[in-house]
């Protein structure tokens, strides 16, 4: 068990379940897993010592240690990361690096922060020195955090002077971008000029390819209306009052992601 793992689930066995093996000897082992239904699985093997082995020595790519038992921080030219004493569960062989890309990233450097698969347990502080970013669009920027192939957005942040801040639980490369595009609306079926007679709802897809999605509105004939969303989906759904009247209606959808772009889709209909 490692020593940052206070999971309430483990009973902290002899020495955290680390064990000393004698020259010579061959010892039996086995492990027992039993599930809340007191199901249970076994897996049992011999052990022996052998110099032959694989040896687990310290890592060698390493730029700086980074321990599980105490605050950390790294304060470097145009980034400070903030660790909590309890970010990981074990002592982190930590790797640190920078590159200029300025058509990826034209108003920082990018910063690579390990990339590895190591789990972190509790939420790092990062600030990133933004200050290339003009006034009018720091209320369009975040911290872009990519690992492998994929990219999200960090964008509960905040800027302290020329500084943006904002929080990860993920190691990565990280770098700070604008995010002018507004989000995706697209109904699932056609209801543009529509008699919708037969239809007990509409369905919009909607997505955002970066800061996310924070806000969403529906009206109906100029008035608010209940809009229901399915996140396995990504799609809004509108459930018709039994008593609307009928005839020609118009209902428009207004959706805001967390940079304040703004999408608006809008039709008429007949019910």
């Not at 004698?22 to 086995?30: C, I, K, M, Q």
């Not at 972190?120 to 970013?133: N, T």
């Not at 190691?171 to 008699?195: C, Q």
């Not at 369905?203 to 809009?227: C, N, P, T």
């Amino acid at each position: 068990i490692e020593p940052g793992n206070n999971l309430s689930a483990y009973s902290v066995p002899e020495n955290s379940g680390h064990i000393e093996l004698e020259e010579g000897r061959t010892y039996d082992v086995e492990f027992l897993i039993e599930d809340i239904a007191g199901n249970q699985s076994k897996l049992a093997f011999k052990l022996k010592k052998d110099d032959k082995g694989k040896s687990f020595a310290e890592a060698s790519n390493h730029t700086r240690m980074l321990y599980h038992s105490m605050p950390n921080q790294i304060a470097e030219e145009g980034i400070i990361v903030d660790f909590p004493s309890d970010a990981f569960y074990n002592d982190v062989y930590f790797n640190y690096q920078t590159k200029n890309d300025p058509v990826k990233s034209p108003y920082t450097p990018i910063f690579y922060l390990d990339e590895s698969d190591t789990p972190v347990h509790a939420p790092f502080d990062l600030s990133i020195k933004a200050d290339k970013v003009p006034q009018n669009m720091r209320s369009k920027a975040l911290i872009i955090l990519e690992y492998k192939k994929k990219k999200k957005a960090i964008n509960q942040v905040e800027w302290v002077g020329d500084y943006i801040k904002g929080q990860s639980k993920q190691f990565g490369r990280f770098y700070v971008g604008l995010d002018t595009k507004a989000p995706s609306i697209k109904p699932v079926y056609t209801y543009k000029d529509r008699d919708l007679t037969k239809y007990d709802l509409i369905r919009f897809k909607i997505s955002d390819d970066l800061a996310g999605i924070q806000h969403y509105e529906g009206r109906l004939d100029g008035k608010w209306v209940l809009m229901e969303y399915d996140g396995k989906t990504a799609q809004l759904k509108h459930y018709f009052e039994k008593d609307l009247p009928k005839g020609s209606h118009s209902f428009e959808l207004r959706v805001v992601d967390a940079c304040n772009n703004e999408a608006t889709y809008s039709f008429n209909f007949k019910k």
